[in-house]
């Protein structure tokens, strides 16, 4: 059995939502791309720029899914100039996205969403607090979890006649200061 999150219409709905909002130089940051979790949030990224002319995407990887390496990134991208910036950032998951905005409002003033926008993926405690708050792809966490046990507490009791299942999760797109001007 297994639980999990379609995070390729996780990918998608984040990038969507950042071309809604009129964004048209879109950059996804993650990694390392050997991650599933990565690889399909990238994927729905790239469903989502497909679907719309003159909207380009660059991907960047990152050497880990972390806040320093957010933040590192985001120094690399303010040291090639301003106009070198995207107008809107994909981070595929919250941690470096904290680290993009970290690196952009408090060392180059770059101002967050004027500027560029930043959606993260997980929707962390963290993401509501951060410095601008964080725009988000929720997983339903508690369902999740709850379906897991559920399943494994099943196979448990019914033993040979337990029938495998495999269950997938749609993620929600929480909207907060970090995309919305």
């Known amino acids: 059995c297994s639980v999990g999150v379609d995070d390729v219409a996780g990918g998608r709905t984040a990038v969507q939502h950042l071309i809604e909002q009129g964004r048209k130089r879109i ?17 729905g990224a790239r469903e989502a720029i497909a679907e719309v002319s003159g909207v380009s995407l660059r991907v960047i990887e990152s050497k880990a899914m972390t806040v320093l390496a957010g ?12 106009a070198e910036l995207p107008d809107a950032i994909f981070a595929a998951n919250d941690l470096l996205a904290v680290g993009l905005m970290q690196s952009f409002v408090f060392k180059a003033r770059v101002k967050v969403p004027e500027d560029v926008a930043i959606i993260g993926y997980d929707d962390i405690d963290f993401a509501e607090t951060a410095i601008v708050s964080l725009s ?16 494994l507490m ?6 040979a006649e337990h029938a495998h299942r495999q269950v997938m999760y749609q993620p929600e797109l929480v909207i907060r200061d970090s995309t919305v001007i």
Not at 27 to 35: E, K, Q, R, W, Y
Not at 71 to 82: H, M, S, T
Not at 139 to 148: D, E, K, L, R, V
Request: net charge negative; aromatic share 2%; proline share 4%.
């Open 27 to 43: 950059a996804f940051v993650g990694g390392p791309m050997n991650i599933k979790q990565v690889q399909d949030r990238l994927a």
């Open 71 to 82: 933040r590192d990134i985001g120094d690399e991208l303010v040291a090639a100039g301003v």
């Open 136 to 151: 988000s792809i929720r997983q339903p966490a508690a369902a999740i979890g709850s379906t897991a046990v559920d399943l």
């Open 154 to 159: 099943d196979e448990v009791e019914t033993g």
